[in-house]
């Protein structure tokens, strides 16, 4: 992803800013500027999602694209924010540990880089409450 | 001095190397090596994690054990031997992962061990001069020890912040003194991997000298002796070397006790002696004088002497203590380290 | 709207070509197409040609022009489109390509997809592939294709119970299909231990739950149904043509084991073609993964949500089965060469209504249908074939 890319996108990954539809109270992580079910009425504003959630469903990726593939084998999981929207991402726990319904929060990691010359890009996430 | 410690916070990560491991794999003899350093194990960073993702955490624990608004942080200042960037601020990040961003100043560090102290320095004269209404000094490392040299049994991945003010403080500080020469005992030249070090020269001219000098400075300056103390915290290389400096200071293994984090921990560099120090307020009383003073290769040494106030107990379980960090670690093979520490070339 | 009747097939073989280049395979396809349906070069109204990366795969992109150009028709000015939807991009050829003959625009069109994907390296092609999923909020996150559909096998099988090995019968039984294809890339039997033992991929997804990397390229020339006799003696009618468009993410997805986009191109091609899913006598479905045929037959309607597992165990979508699927070996053992795919299935219920199949010929084959899906389910496009107008 070219640096522009992400840097437009960082606010989003650092921090689960999604937006918020204040005419139907519908909750966007990741962010959509358009709301799917008021369209054009909607009112669309930023919000901060409080980065807890539960495992919806994971894989075990064992083998990778390039930039992932010095972190395989790991867990790609869909995960419900308890506001509601899903998103997709990594947990970091044992193998035998992860299950769907897992209760997870979110943490502070590097998503990848651009080879050793290249930016590092940093974002969200997740890793079992318990820990 | 009308600053002090307005909050503070921690992370460690996960793994763990017992000394056996790495001594294993050199041919070396564990058992004297635990005895020489008093290091059993050393903590070791997931493979996304970095000296920025460190510091976060530790930042966010920050700000999350007091309540801290994070729009009134004025000034971010990241202490590191370890920035992932040569050119290109960690603290950028960390401001912008906490919520800090824009209205504020910022800069890294680096003073081998003793960047996180700095930063609270420069910190507490931008808050006694109204500069700032909040500042943050964080002290955060993965730090690198060449594969079969004797920094690897000890070269660990930590990170602390403090967050200073003058309202509501959990601890004032009284005073501060530093101690600088120029003494190469410890470097790492622009785009190599490890840092050299002089061997047994980083002992008496480097760590001790100036460890002492800044300890006895400070307690000159303020007229106080060891005794006035009930806790101390030096900077830890290892296990041995603050546990003879506050010997020869004359300070007792009892107030040295809480603060001596190394053992289980390893040298957390940036992080070491305000590892200690976050780990002594983890069990202090309100009333408590805490001794810390670091020291950074290169060389130099911060002493600070803190008052413990009442607040404490209020932010006290706001945040993860450093004894919870140390809980439950998860060890680790050499090639599993090697593979974190990116040892192994992909 | 005019009628559309497909007059001739043409299909590369599928597999590694290491000694063949884009534009030859495409070419290779569309004269044998071209053959087949016995009309002239000159006779052509437009082209419509599937592929989802040749910017990434062979860097060149314009290959609407570039076709032209090799197919020797860029003297004769011929229009010719590129059309793009991730693995459904020759399902989409084909429906521009029926779309252009029904509204009276065109006569006579060539629809045809080719992918050539050998070219890169492996870990290029996972990268390429995975530009199907949302860049900004999967990939970054490091989602794979395999990791995708493995995630909608894990609920799968913690709702519905489904079970490795079941998902193993899918690709027992398109191998088995593909024994008796010549034109698979793999034309050898396997068995459920097969695939649990073979490498795994993205848990719980093996090496022999995916579809493979491949090489090819397949077209069919359309013609008005009312002329379709003049060309061959055997047109076969295209009785509904349907797209549908779900949630880019799987994250997004309503239910995260049903892929909404087949449900509704399924239900308008069934009304399309005044048909229900018991009309259909068999199909060539999306099985880019063991789990997606899974997902297919139910969400097509052949099997009740959550059986497609049992149903594929017991037999019910083998070759002498109630409703057979994926004769051709589907993509797991004829090949995914994915801009090709969607064509290709045409190209087999062509062949099977017309009892030119050969040993994989179902007995009395009147009506079939196709199912080509992009991503994990953004694009489905679902077509309706018959013998009879």
């Known amino acids: 992803m070219s640096v522009p890319r992400f840097w437009r996108r960082l606010k989003n990954l650092y921090n689960l800013i999604g937006t918020h539809c204040k005419k139907c109270g519908g909750f966007f992580y990741p962010p959509r500027n358009m709301c799917p079910k008021c369209r054009r009425n909607g009112v669309i504003v930023p919000f901060k999602f409080k980065g807890a959630g539960e495992v919806v469903t994971f894989t075990i990726v064992h083998s990778a694209a ?21 998103l997709t991402s990594q947990v970091i726990c044992s193998h035998e540990d992860i299950h769907i319904g897992m209760k997870v929060k979110s943490a502070f990691r590097k998503l990848g880089e651009e080879s050793d010359r290249g930016m590092i890009y940093y974002g969200t996430k997740f890793i079992p409450v318990e820990s | 001095m009308n600053v002090g410690i307005v909050s503070y916070g921690v992370y460690i990560p996960r793994y763990r190397i017992k000394v056996e491991e790495i001594a294993k794999v050199w041919g070396a003899n564990a058992n004297s090596i635990i005895d020489g350093l008093m290091v059993y194990e050393k903590s070791v960073p997931d493979m996304d994690e970095d000296t920025i993702t460190i510091a976060v955490e530790a930042a966010r624990n920050a700000i999350n054990r007091a309540g801290i608004n994070p729009e009134k942080i004025g000034a971010i200042y990241t202490g590191s031997e370890s920035h992932p960037y040569a050119v290109k601020p960690s603290s950028t990040i960390v401001a912008e992962a906490v919520g800090a961003t824009p209205d504020l100043t910022l800069a890294d560090f680096e003073f081998a061990c003793k960047a996180g102290t700095a930063a609270i320095q420069t910190c507490m004269g ?39 003010g003058k309202n509501n403080q959990v601890a004032n500080i009284e005073s501060t003194y530093s101690f600088t020469t120029d003494t190469p005992d410890f470097w790492r030249r622009e785009g190599m991997p490890y840092p050299e070090h002089g061997g047994r020269f980083t002992g008496e001219p480097g760590y001790f000298k100036h460890v002492t000098s800044a300890a006895q400075g400070l307690m000159e300056r303020m007229g106080t002796k060891p005794s006035d103390y009930d806790y101390a915290v030096f900077h830890q290389p290892n ?19 809480p603060g001596l984090v190394v053992p289980r921990l390893g040298n957390t560099y940036s992080g070491s002696c305000m590892m200690g120090l976050a780990a002594t307020l983890d069990i202090a009383k309100a009333e408590d004088r805490i001794f810390m003073t670091s020291f950074g290769s290169g060389a130099g040494s911060d002493a600070f002497s803190f008052v413990v106030t009442d607040k404490i107990e209020e932010i006290r379980n706001g945040a993860p203590s450093v004894e919870k960090y140390l809980e439950n670690p998860i060890y680790i093979n050499y090639a599993t380290y090697a593979r974190h520490k990116g040892k192994i070339k992909l | 709207m005019r009628d559309v009747a497909i007059i001739g097939v043409g299909c590369t073989e599928f597999g590694e070509l290491w000694d063949k280049s884009f534009r030859e395979l495409f070419v290779e396809a569309g004269v044998s197409a071209i053959e087949d349906a016995n009309v002239q070069g000159g006779k052509i109204d437009a082209l419509y040609v599937g592929n989802m990366s040749g910017g990434r795969f062979i860097e060149q992109e314009h290959l609407g022009a570039l076709i032209a150009d090799y197919s020797g028709l ?104 593909g024994t008796m294809n010549p034109k698979a890339q793999f034309q050898n ?54 797209q549908a468009s779900g949630t880019i993410s799987l994250h997004d997805r309503p239910d995260i084991t049903t892929l909404d986009a087949t449900v509704a191109a399924a239900n308008w091609a069934y009304k399309m073609a005044k048909t229900t899913p018991k009309g259909i006598d068999f199909a060539e479905v999306h099985d880019c993964f063991t789990i997606a045929e899974i997902c297919a037959i139910e969400d097509l309607g052949f099997v009740k949500k959550g059986e497609g597992g049992k149903a594929t165990e017991s037999g019910l979508t083998a070759l002498g089965g109630k409703i057979p699927i994926n004769p051709s070996g589907g993509l797991k053992a004829c090949g995914h060469p994915v801009g090709a795919t969607g064509v290709k299935q045409a190209v ?42």
């Not at chain 3, 579809?211 to 003049?230: C, F, M, N, Q, Y």
Request: with cysteine; aromatic share 6%; hydrophobic share 45%.
């Open chain 2, 239 to 257: 296990g041995k070397f603050p546990t003879r400096a506050a010997k020869m200071l004359g300070f007792t293994n009892e107030q040295i006790k």
């Open chain 1, 66 to 86: 390039k930039d992932y593939a010095k972190l395989t084998p790991y867990i790609l999981a869909i995960i419900k924010l308890d506001e509601g929207p899903r």
């Open chain 2, 126 to 164: 931008m808050v006694d001069s109204d500069m700032i209404e909040l500042g943050m000094a964080i002290g955060s490392d993965v730090s690198q020890g060449a594969p079969g040299d004797a920094l690897e049994y000890t070269a660990a991945a930590g990170g602390v912040a403090y967050i200073l």
């Open chain 3, 74 to 177: 860029a003297s004769l000015h011929i229009p010719s489109t590129r059309v793009e939807a991730a693995c459904a991009s020759g399902g989409l050829a084909l429906r521009q390509g029926i779309i252009a003959v029904a509204s009276g625009y065109h006569d006579i069109v060539i629809a045809g997809g080719a992918e050539k994907m050998t070219d890169v390296g492996v870990e290029t092609t996972t990268d390429a592939l995975a530009a199907a999923a949302d860049r900004e909020w999967e990939g970054i996150m490091g989602a794979t294709f395999p990791g995708l559909y493995a995630m909608i096998a894990r609920l799968h099988m913690h709702k519905y119970g489904t079970t490795q090995e079941q998902l193993a019968a899918v690709a027992v039984k398109n191998h088995h299909n």
């Open chain 3, 348 to 389: 087999e219920i062509t062949l099977q209504l017309r009892g030119e199949a050969g040993k994989r010929q179902i007995d009395g084959a009147e009506i079939g249908l196709t199912h080509n899906v992009g991503g994990s389910g953004g694009t489905a496009v679902v077509h309706i074939f018959g013998r009879d107008r």
């Open chain 3, 189 to 242: 039997e396997i068995s459920v231990e097969t695939v649990l033992n073979s490498v795994m991929v993205a848990d719980p997804l093996r090496v022999f739950d995916c579809s493979p990397i491949t090489d090819g390229a397949s077209a069919v020339v359309l013609a008005p149904a009312e002329i379709a006799h003049k060309f061959t003696d055997t047109p076969i009618y295209v009785k509904a043509s349907a």
